[in-house]
C-alpha cells in the first residue's frame, strides 16, 4: 500500500486548505485511514480518522468543528478540509492507514501499518 499526500502550504490565521492523500496497491474497504501531525518538538499527534466502507469518521478534540475528513472510493482519494485555521495547526501532516477499523482505538500511530510522506501546513500572518 502507497499513500501519496498533498496540498500543504502556507496559509493565514483563519484560513482554509485542503489536503489529499491519494492510496494505491491495495484493495481498502476494511480499512481505516486517518490523518496525523507533528510540530516541531512534538510527538506526533492524531487529528481524524475515516472507515473507508461506511464513511463514519472520528475527530481529535482539538480540530472537532473546523477540520472535516472525507474519502472518495472511486478515486481512493482521502481528504482533509481544514477550515479557521489557527497557527497552532502548523505542523507537517501524515497520513496513515490500517489495514482493519479498529473498535475504540484508532487514535494512536502505532496501530497504524502504512504513512504517507507528509505535508507542510504553515499557518501565519
Known amino acids: 500500500v502507497q499513500l501519496q499526500a498533498s496540498g500543504g502550504g502556507l496559509v493565514q490565521p483563519g484560513g482554509r486548505l485542503r489536503l489529499s492523500c491519494a492510496a494505491s496497491?491495495?484493495?481498502?474497504?476494511?480499512?481505516?485511514m486517518g490523518w496525523f501531525r507533528q510540530a516541531p518538538g512534538k510527538e506526533r499527534e492524531f487529528v481524524a480518522v475515516i472507515r473507508w466502507m461506511t464513511g463514519m469518521t472520528v475527530y481529535a478534540d482539538s480540530v472537532k468543528g473546523r477540520f472535516t475528513i472525507s474519502r472518495d472510493r472511486a478515486k481512493n482519494t482521502m481528504y482533509l478540509q481544514m477550515d479557521s485555521l489557527k497557527p497552532e495547526d502548523t505542523a507537517v501532516y501524515y497520513c496513515?492507514?490500517?489495514?482493519?477499523?479498529?473498535?475504540?482505538?484508532?487514535?494512536?500511530?502505532?496501530?497504524?501499518?502504512?504513512w504517507g510522506q507528509g505535508t507542510q501546513v504553515t499557518v501565519s500572518s
Open positions: 496513515a492507514a490500517r489495514s482493519a477499523w479498529r473498535v475504540g482505538g484508532m487514535r494512536t500511530s502505532d496501530e497504524y501499518s502504512y
Open positions: 496497491g491495495g484493495s481498502f474497504s476494511n480499512y481505516g
